[in-house]
């Protein structure tokens, strides 16, 4: 059965109140475009480099503004909600980088909490570690849906490829990449490994992206992607600035990709062995 899957692009800033209302006026206009899955970005309801800022208006999930407009936006539009991620506290204090999957009556279907921490040193000065706020998720989750099997990640899970095989091999048709990449890694990266995630396991991928300049002083890449399992942009946005986009996801073409190219199938066990290279006198035996 196919549907139409919008990803929503936004430039949350730093007050969860305003992102709220953005993120309802934008899913909305996707609904309007006969959306019945919506997706937003990573950090949808709060980008804030600014940590004790940041912590001052954090909420746990059951007083979050974000859970709880999406929970509504679901129940009122009809529709399979997507909140990509959004910073939720945690009794231990520390944060989780959280998406949640709302069902039409608002329930919470999934929630999924990003496995890979973005910890690094950019040659453009930029420093990130994201590991000394947020606690790492360990579980990823394929979810049966009525309309396809879906798996889960945000943002630096692409470079992870085999979180995406685990998912493909327990039958994810869908993947979802909800992201707020930053504008260097977005240009190197960000459409080649989108489309290398779909092709590699002939699925489907949607990506919502933060795009533009953001309150807090970063600028993240935008360019939100629908990709199907030939690895064909469906659809794309721009670099900066909100953005709706809206694509027809089949998963009849997940299994005609998969007939095509069966990599899924034909994969085999192997063992790496590390062996010495040339020495004087010879090579190594």
């Given at each position: 059965?196919?549907?139409?899957?919008?990803?929503?692009?936004?430039?949350?800033?730093v007050d969860p109140v305003k992102n709220a209302a953005a993120m309802a006026r934008l899913v909305r206009?996707?609904?309007?475009?006969?959306?019945?899955?919506?997706?937003?970005?990573?950090?949808?309801?709060?980008?804030?480099?600014?940590?004790?800022?940041?912590?001052?208006?954090?909420?746990?999930?059951?007083?979050?503004?974000?859970?709880?407009?999406?929970?509504?936006?679901?129940?009122?539009?009809?529709?399979?909600?997507?909140?990509?991620?959004t910073a939720i506290a945690l009794a231990d204090g520390k944060i989780a980088n959280r998406g949640f999957?709302?069902?039409?009556?608002?329930?919470?279907?999934?929630?999924?909490?990003?496995?890979?921490?973005?910890?690094?040193?950019?040659?453009?000065?930029?420093?990130?570690?994201?590991?000394?706020?947020?606690?790492?998720?360990?579980?990823?989750?394929?979810?049966?849906?009525?309309?396809?099997?879906?798996?889960?990640?945000?943002?630096?899970?692409?470079?992870?490829?085999?979180?995406?095989?685990?998912?493909?091999?327990?039958?994810?048709?869908?993947?979802?990449?909800?992201?707020?990449?930053?504008?260097?890694?977005?240009?190197?990266?960000?459409?080649?490994?989108?489309?290398?995630?779909?092709?590699?396991?002939?699925?489907?991928?949607?990506?919502?992206?933060?795009?533009?300049?953001?309150?807090?002083?970063?600028?993240?890449?935008?360019?939100?992607?629908?990709?199907?399992?030939?690895?064909?942009?469906?659809?794309?946005?721009?670099?900066?600035?909100?953005?709706?986009?809206?694509?027809?996801?089949?998963?009849?073409?997940v299994k005609a990709a998969h007939d095509k190219i069966p990599n899924l199938r034909n994969g085999r066990?192997?063992?790496?062995?590390?062996?010495?290279?040339?020495?004087?006198?010879?090579?190594?035996?």
């Amino acid at each position: 059965m196919s549907f139409k899957a919008a990803a929503v692009q936004m430039c949350s800033g730093v007050d969860p109140v305003k992102n709220a209302a953005a993120m309802a006026r934008l899913v909305r206009e996707a609904v309007a475009q006969g959306a019945t899955y919506v997706q937003t970005p990573e950090m949808t309801g709060m980008l804030q480099r600014d940590r004790a800022a940041a912590r001052a208006v954090l909420a746990d999930e059951a007083h979050d503004i974000i859970v709880k407009t999406g929970s509504e936006l679901a129940v009122e539009l009809g529709i399979h909600m997507h909140v990509g991620s959004t910073a939720i506290a945690l009794a231990d204090g520390k944060i989780a980088n959280r998406g949640f999957l709302f069902g039409p009556d608002g329930r919470i279907l999934n929630r999924y909490d990003k496995i890979h921490m973005f910890d690094v040193d950019l040659d453009n000065g930029e420093s990130w570690r994201e590991s000394a706020a947020y606690t790492a998720g360990s579980e990823a989750r394929v979810l049966s849906l009525p309309f396809a099997e879906m798996g889960f990640a945000i943002c630096y899970d692409v470079r992870f490829p085999a979180l995406f095989r685990a998912q493909a091999m327990a039958g994810a048709e869908v993947m979802t990449v909800p992201a707020a990449f930053t504008k260097q890694t977005g240009e190197a990266h960000w459409e080649i490994l989108l489309r290398a995630r779909a092709i590699e396991n002939g699925v489907f991928v949607i990506a919502a992206a933060q795009a533009g300049w953001h309150e807090d002083g970063r600028e993240t890449f935008g360019h939100s992607m629908i990709i199907d399992p030939w690895g064909t942009v469906l659809a794309s946005a721009g670099a900066s600035g909100e953005a709706v986009i809206v694509a027809e996801i089949d998963p009849a073409a997940v299994k005609a990709a998969h007939d095509k190219i069966p990599n899924l199938r034909n994969g085999r066990e192997f063992s790496v062995e590390k062996i010495a290279g040339a020495v004087a006198g010879g090579v190594a035996a």
